[in-house]
């Protein structure tokens, strides 16, 4: 494992992370085993988030008493000062530390987003008074929407930037990463597999090590599939594409081209409220949580599909034509049969 500096925070990270969410489907003991299995093969940097359920705890657990080993990052999807400054002395109980190395606003996706963040109240100022308070070292951000993850990074107020690449999602590379790299921003890889969309894991890296300077934050669910850590580092970078691998990239792309929701955000608002975008992931949402958690996490949003009226507002705006009315209705449908097989499990 090969360790570089994240932008120019100072903090020597792994070239390859460890991403919360997958440890949420697993028990304690054993998310702890994941973990610890991560750091043997030279893993030093965990991302987590408040709203991934019990990911934090686990963390914690996992590496109580070698905190100094580590530096982990984490999140808060709330928009006001209060919540954050909330979230983050929970964020330190869960973890059971005393700082934070990396903590970032989660999910600016729309400008609303990011003028209620850096409002006089806003969630920014709770971070940086945390970071005043030495509760946190660095300040980050997270988005899935491109346009406005090139605002964030050149507003010049955080260190680091999260956003989706991978080999489906490869938006990143055209204006979002040389403006990071031209900044001295970390640039953090969301879904590397493209939340578990991407089957080949070694494929995937494959694409991913072409490039130098970013970290791939890939979650693991299983010792097994951790212990695939060794052969992605074996790739070298920057590595090149065999023909092999470019045809299995584009057999990727054209099966998943019609109905692969990337999350950026431009279909809405919703003339109806319909929380869009949740209810596009519901299928990959549920396959990487237990499905009683994913059903908690995401029900809000499922139960908002019942308000779509098929006015295709949506449909305009979105880049990638997808037929959004059809595929949430869908999710719908397979959401009431999991909420009819929760209802059962309690009754018996
Ligand atoms: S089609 Fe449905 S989800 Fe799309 S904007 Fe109209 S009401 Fe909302
Ligand atoms: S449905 Fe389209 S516009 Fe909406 S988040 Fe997904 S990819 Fe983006």
């Given at each position: 494992m090969k360790y570089i500096e994240l932008g120019h925070t100072g903090m020597l990270v792994s070239e390859i992370g460890f991403g919360g969410i997958p440890i949420i489907r697993l028990g304690t003991d054993s998310a702890v085993k994941v973990l610890r299995r991560a750091f043997e093969h030279g893993i030093n940097f965990y991302d987590t988030a408040n709203?991934?359920?019990d990911s934090q705890n686990k963390i914690g657990k996992a590496f109580y008493g070698m905190r100094d080993k580590v530096l982990i990052a984490t999140k808060t999807i709330l928009r006001d000062a209060n919540g954050a400054g909330q979230q983050i002395d929970d964020s330190l109980r869960a973890l059971e530390t005393d700082y934070i190395d990396l903590f970032q606003l989660h999910q600016i996706a729309q400008q609303k987003d990011f003028e209620a963040v850096t409002?006089?109240?806003?969630?920014l100022e709770a971070v940086m008074q945390a970071k005043q308070a030495g509760k946190i070292r660095h300040i980050g951000v997270t988005s899935h929407n491109l346009e406005m993850a090139v605002t964030l990074v050149k507003?010049?107020?955080?260190s680091t930037i999260q956003f989706p690449f991978n080999f489906i999602e490869t938006e990143a590379l055209e204006e979002l990463h040389p403006a990071a790299r031209a900044r001295g921003m970390g640039i953090l890889v969301m879904k590397p597999f493209a939340g578990g969309v991407i089957d080949n894991g070694m494929l995937a890296f494959k694409f991913l090590r072409q490039y130098s300077g970013i970290i791939p934050l890939p979650g693991f669910d299983s010792l097994s599939a951790v212990d695939d850590i060794p052969a992605f580092l074996s790739i070298p970078i920057p590595n090149t594409l065999t023909d092999q691998d470019s045809a299995l990239i584009e057999g990727y792309r054209l099966s998943l081209?019609?109905?692969?929701?990337?999350?950026?955000?431009?279909?809405?608002?919703?003339p109806n409220g319909v929380l869009i975008t949740m209810a596009m992931g519901y299928p990959i949402i549920v396959s990487r949580m237990d499905f009683k958690v994913a059903m908690n996490f995401a029900q809000k949003a499922m139960e908002s599909?019942?308000?779509?009226?098929?006015?295709?507002e949506c449909l305009d705006r979105c880049p990638y034509d997808l037929p959004i009315p059809e595929i949430i209705k869908h999710n719908y449908e397979l959401y009431l049969e999991h909420r009819s097989r929760l209802a059962a499990s309690s009754d018996s």
């Open positions: 709203a991934y359920h409002a006089p109240g806003g969630a507003s010049g107020l955080f081209g019609r109905n692969f929701c990337r999350r950026c955000e431009y279909c809405q608002p919703c599909v019942a308000l779509c009226e098929n006015c295709e």
